[in-house]
């Protein structure tokens, strides 16, 4: 497989390829990157490279990377078996700094949310809470960045801008 590469250095096949065998060997992790960056460069519309390059940022420790790259990987085509890998993969790496987030203690921000979620859910009805949580499900399904404390999310159902993490506690 190297041989391919050397032999045409612009293959984004022979990229992805080479990059996936390193990563599932574990070997030669940031070359792994490398090859599969490239691929990404060259080819920027393949899903599986762009999951590719997501798994070796991830395995790398470098989380905020490999978010961006799943990212990518949803927006190419967010109804197919890689875009679930992929938001699988967020979901994993954003449990994994929520709980660094919290040290050893509780997230007083979450607890907060949860409380106001309580507080204006309790004043509407059935309906008007199940239409927000279909739309926050929804919403969901492109990804939610819990750890980005920006208001950056908006909602037909509920007026206002809401962070990552609000939207989930409200979930």
């Known amino acids: 497989m190297e041989a391919a590469c050397e ?3 612009r293959n ?26 490239a691929a990404t460069e060259i080819l920027p519309d393949d899903q599986q490279s762009w999951i ?23 927006e190419i085509d967010p109804y197919n078996q890689i875009a679930e890998m992929a938001r699988t ?8 700094n929520f709980k660094k987030g919290a040290g050893t203690g509780t997230r007083t921000d979450a607890v907060l949310y ?8 309790a004043a509407m009805t059935r309906d008007q809470v199940q239409r927000i949580g ?25 007026l206002g801008t809401f962070s990552g993490l609000q939207l989930v506690c409200y979930e």
């Open 52 to 74: 590719g390059l997501g798994q070796a940022y991830d395995v790398q420790g470098k989380s905020d990377d490999a978010d961006a790259a799943y990212i990518r990987a949803i």
């Open 134 to 158: 279909f739309e926050i499900a929804a919403v969901g399904t492109k990804g939610i960045n819990v750890n980005d404390p920006d208001s950056q999310y908006s909602l037909s159902s509920m």
């Open 89 to 96: 993969a967020r979901s994993k790496i954003a449990e994994k």
């Open 12 to 37: 984004p096949y022979a990229l992805r390829n080479l990059g996936a065998c390193l990563l599932a060997l574990g070997k030669d992790l940031p070359k792994a990157e490398e090859y599969l960056r």
């Open 114 to 121: 949860c409380f106001a979620a309580l507080e204006k859910f």
């Open 7 to 9: 032999e045409e250095p």
